[in-house]
């Protein structure tokens, strides 16, 4: 007993040790990175945009939208998958922090019946025997230099890059259901008019079919009016296939099949099917805001801080390792030599062996491997940090691009409006006076064409309105908040889990708030970009 003893002691002193060592390598502090104070574009609002942005497509007044929106965040398979990575990562971690304690241990044992030569050398006279042992051995490396510390670090960091990855996930979904949305509103509406102008085409056919009759007209009137009407008649086709096509995109999104859609598109209390309402502005805030907002600037920010911390890993390579190593248990032999032991006594107290030592190895002679080794993961924290300031150079076009698109849109929609406007009055003007036989028809020929281009390009700049909004929010980093009070993985995929495998509480929906063996879990629900 007193060697478990003098164990228990060593090892509490070992705790202390590795606990208060220091950890070699670079502190992370995130890296600097270039964006303006304002965005170019002035005439936004200057409201942050967290105010506004969290849940943005509620601001397009679409209860359709919303629903949408909402199923899916529930069912989007890729979503899913990235909930699953968050999980991987959450194991991942807990394999780091398991390799700051006993690095190797096992538990031995064992029976062996021997026959030794009787003409060898050394051999006595009793050459056959018994042997029984049982125990337990460990090694522990001491993390007096961080090694381990440093890959917790890293683990962290990869576990919170997840969680940003599962953010950016969300973003491009909201925003692609939202798009395709948009996109089959603007079809619909496209359809509408074609639909419309075609049937205008249609009366004016006839009626310079029965001026021609008439002797009014020659058959070239006639002629140029039925090729109008069919220009007209094959945008029809061309505009249904694109809106089965956006259709399918949508359903893909939302992880449901097409005929489950047709109904989930159809407006409540018989409303129009249009394009929803756009938000007047959008309230974009400040540029530095994207730093701890936009979930790929997050991946890139915290893939960095990885990368800082296996720089201290390879860096305490060059120092010696230390590590307590030790063995203890029970062992007997039916061997006759001084005394005549037998296997029944082994767990005597007189049948314990135990050892406990300290072992240092310092490879000193490694040719530079271990320098180059610090070498390569310090180029390749440049480049995470050359990636980080890329992502958000690229995050602060995004912005840019998207504001520009919405305001401009704006703009070319007002234009388009007074154009549509003043075609419906020409169109209704020159069949007026082509009725009267003051005008060709060639002006009512040209007053529809123009009125079908108006018409079609109104929607189209509408539309581009309304997806300039979305770009500009999905650039912003907007709406992944969604996942506020979800579960990385839903609860049938849980269930599923735990009856497979035993996870513990890794799938617990309050992780972020325990510990691994006394390391703090990282909060995954921060806003990450918080942290050092």
Request: aromatic share 8%; charged share 20%.
């Amino acid at each position: 007993m007193k060697h478990a003893r003098l164990g228990i002691s060593t090892g509490v002193a070992a705790i202390v040790l590795a606990a208060g060592g220091c950890k070699v390598g670079p502190d992370y502090e995130r890296p600097d990175a270039p964006v303006n104070d304002a965005w170019l574009t002035q005439s936004t609002t200057p409201t942050p945009a967290d105010a506004a942005s969290q849940r943005w497509w509620e601001s397009f007044n679409d209860p359709t939208l919303t629903a949408l929106v909402q199923k899916a965040y529930a069912q989007n398979l890729s979503v899913k998958s990235a909930g699953l990575r968050v999980i991987e990562a959450r194991a991942r971690r807990g394999i780091a922090v398991g390799r700051f304690f006993a690095q190797s241990q096992e538990v031995f044992g064992g029976v062996a019946n021997r026959q030794l030569s009787y003409n060898a050398a050394g051999t006595g006279t009793e050459t056959a025997f018994s042997d029984a042992q049982i125990g337990l051995q460990a090694a522990w490396e001491l993390d007096f230099w961080g090694k381990f510390r440093r890959g917790i670090e890293a683990a962290d960091a990869e576990l919170l890059a997840t969680v940003a990855d599962y953010d950016a996930i969300v973003v491009s979904l909201v925003s692609d259901v939202a798009t395709n949305y948009i996109l089959v509103r603007s079809l619909e509406e496209r359809l509408v008019f074609a639909r419309a102008n075609a049937a205008l085409q249609a009366e004016t056919l006839t009626l310079t079919q029965t001026r021609q009759k008439a002797g009014a007209v020659s058959e070239l009137d006639v002629s140029t009016a039925r090729a109008t009407l069919a220009n007209t008649q094959a945008l029809v086709p061309q505009l249904e296939n694109d809106l089965q096509q956006t259709k399918l995109a949508l359903c893909v999104l939302l992880g449901e099949t097409p005929s489950q859609l047709d109904g989930e598109l159809t407006p409540a209390n018989g409303a129009a099917r249009q394009l929803p309402e756009v938000p007047a502005e959008i309230a974009a805030g400040i540029p530095a805001e994207l730093l701890r907002r936009r979930p790929d600037v997050r991946v890139a920010e915290r893939l960095a801080a990885a990368q800082s911390a296996r720089i201290g890993q390879a860096t305490a390579d060059l120092y010696p390792s230390i590590a307590i190593a030790g063995s203890t248990g029970f062992a007997s032999s039916t061997f006759e030599g001084v005394r005549r032991p037998n296997l029944g006594n082994i767990f005597d107290g007189e049948s314990f062996a135990g050892f406990i030592g300290l072992q240092v190895n310092w490879p000193i002679l490694n040719y530079g491997r271990v320098e180059n080794n610090i070498r390569v993961q310090d180029a390749v924290y440049e480049q995470a940090v050359a990636a980080y300031r890329g992502t958000v150079l690229k995050a602060a076009s995004d912005v840019e691009a998207g504001l520009s698109d919405f305001l401009r849109s704006k703009e070319r929609s007002g234009f388009l409006t007074e154009g549509v406007d003043a075609s419906k009055r020409s169109a209704e003007l020159s069949l007026i006076q082509y009725r009267a036989g003051a005008v060709d028809f060639i002006r009512v020929n040209n007053a529809q064409t123009a009125l079908v281009q108006q018409q079609d390009s109104l929607v189209v700049a509408r539309a581009a309105i309304a997806l300039g909004a979305v770009r500009t929010y999905r650039a912003l980093g907007g709406g992944w908040e969604i996942r506020d009070g979800h579960e990385f993985v839903d609860e049938s995929t849980v269930k599923q889990m735990r009856a497979r495998t035993d996870w513990g509480n890794v799938l617990n929906p309050d992780w972020e708030h325990g510990k691994d063996l006394g390391f703090k879990r990282p909060d995954g629900n921060a806003v990450s970009g918080d942290e050092k």
